[in-house]
């Protein structure tokens, strides 16, 4: 592996759980995101504001994304009518979410893994209308908090759909930060047969400190597109204690002293995270937050 692509997804994910914070704050971490080099950001969310009411200012925030067109941004939905918001807001690329687990997924939106997978179909539908682009990603990948272990054949039957519905990129989460290695390795070795030519990526959160580990597991695995979040902001309702994503700067270092190519520049990734901090205004878990590069100059 030579190069890994990494998606920063601090202004969705990571802000999920946060109060809300101002559409200025918003726009001061992207423009430190963007000084990164990063080419992929996971923008916003076109979600219920009752539900995610720091996502609340979705479209307003959509408006600002023209003045980087180096990146492309992308923004997360649940059902066919956020998609619908999506497109009309002028994003390129949607991702649709579908828990392998029932509870969770009946937790997160209201409706069993079957149903939310079915609708895959109609996310494609509407994105493609549209010139957009879809990504299809499995939470509880892994684990579910109410469920226990996710059996893989789970996960390869939302790949088979996503697949044979028209989806271009496939990801799978590890939505509480509870997979390992070898777990990671067994299920991509499973998945890349069903899935075919699509693009897999993988998303892991750093909650029992494996997610680092993991993340290179899957690069080893042949994955070439992660997720991550400066400074680690985020984490997951459903998981206690959870620390959020495993952090930008972290995994830039680690691949980066692996002899592996990232767009992403340290020091500025650095510099995003204590933006991060300072603008959710509390102590975040990142490494290289606390400690810096090992290289000084």
Same mark, same amino acid.
């Given at each position: 592996?030579?190069?890994?692509?990494?998606?920063?997804?601090?202004?969705?994910?990571?802000?999920?759980?946060?109060?809300?914070?101002?559409?200025?704050?918003?726009?001061?971490?992207?423009?430190? =995101?963007?000084?990164?080099?990063?080419?992929?950001?996971?923008?916003?969310?076109?979600?219920?504001?009752?539900?995610?009411?720091?996502?609340?200012?979705?479209?307003?925030?959509?408006?600002?994304?023209?003045?980087?067109?180096?990146?492309?941004?992308?923004?997360?939905?649940?059902?066919?009518?956020?998609?619908?918001?999506?497109?009309?807001?002028?994003?390129?690329?949607?991702?649709?979410?579908?828990?392998?687990?029932?509870?969770?997924?009946?937790?997160? =939106?209201?409706?069993?893994?079957?149903?939310?997978?079915?609708?895959?179909?109609?996310?494609?539908?509407?994105?493609?209308?549209?010139?957009?682009?879809?990504?299809?990603?499995?939470?509880?990948?892994?684990?579910?908090?109410?469920?226990?272990?996710?059996?893989?054949?789970?996960?390869?039957?939302?790949?088979?759909?996503?697949?044979?519905?028209?989806?271009?990129?496939?990801?799978?989460?590890?939505?509480?930060?509870?997979?390992?290695?070898?777990? =990671?390795?067994?299920?991509?070795?499973?998945?890349?047969?069903?899935?075919?030519?699509?693009?897999?990526?993988?998303?892991?959160?750093?909650?029992?400190?494996?997610?680092?580990?993991?993340?290179?597991?899957?690069?080893?695995?042949?994955?070439?597109?992660?997720?991550?979040?400066?400074?680690?902001?985020?984490?997951?309702?459903?998981?206690?204690?959870?620390?959020?994503?495993?952090?930008?700067?972290?995994?830039?270092?680690?691949?980066?002293?692996?002899?592996?190519? =990232?767009?992403?520049?340290?020091?500025?990734?650095?510099?995003?995270?204590?933006?991060?901090?300072?603008?959710?205004?509390?102590?975040?878990?990142?490494?290289?937050?606390?400690?810096?590069?090992?290289?000084?100059?």
């Amino acid at each position: 592996m030579t190069h890994v692509a990494i998606r920063e997804v601090a202004l969705r994910d990571g802000l999920q759980i946060e109060a809300p914070i101002p559409l200025s704050a918003k726009l001061e971490l992207l423009e430190a =995101v963007a000084a990164t080099g990063v080419r992929e950001v996971e923008a916003t969310a076109f979600v219920s504001p009752s539900k995610v009411p720091s996502m609340a200012d979705a479209a307003e925030l959509a408006g600002h994304l023209g003045a980087y067109p180096d990146i492309e941004f992308s923004a997360l939905v649940a059902s066919a009518g956020g998609a619908r918001r999506a497109v009309a807001a002028g994003l390129r690329s949607v991702e649709y979410v579908v828990a392998a687990s029932d509870a969770f997924s009946k937790a997160n =939106v209201g409706r069993g893994s079957a149903e939310a997978t079915q609708q895959i179909a109609d996310v494609v539908a509407i994105a493609h209308d549209g010139g957009v682009t879809v990504e299809v990603i499995v939470a509880t990948a892994w684990d579910c908090p109410f469920d226990g272990p996710t059996p893989p054949q789970r996960v390869l039957d939302i790949g088979a759909a996503a697949r044979e519905l028209g989806a271009d990129r496939f990801s799978i989460a590890d939505t509480i930060g509870t997979t390992t290695p070898g777990r =990671v390795k067994s299920l991509v070795a499973q998945l890349c047969p069903v899935i075919g030519d699509m693009p897999l990526g993988a998303h892991f959160h750093n909650t029992r400190g494996a997610g680092l580990a993991s993340a290179y597991a899957a690069v080893t695995a042949g994955i070439t597109r992660l997720d991550a979040s400066v400074g680690g902001l985020g984490g997951c309702p459903f998981a206690p204690g959870a620390t959020g994503n495993i952090a930008t700067e972290d995994l830039v270092y680690l691949l980066r002293d692996s002899g592996i190519d =990232v767009d992403i520049d340290l020091r500025a990734a650095i510099v995003a995270a204590g933006v991060a901090k300072r603008v959710v205004g509390h102590d975040l878990p990142s490494a290289m937050l606390r400690a810096g590069d090992r290289i000084r100059t």
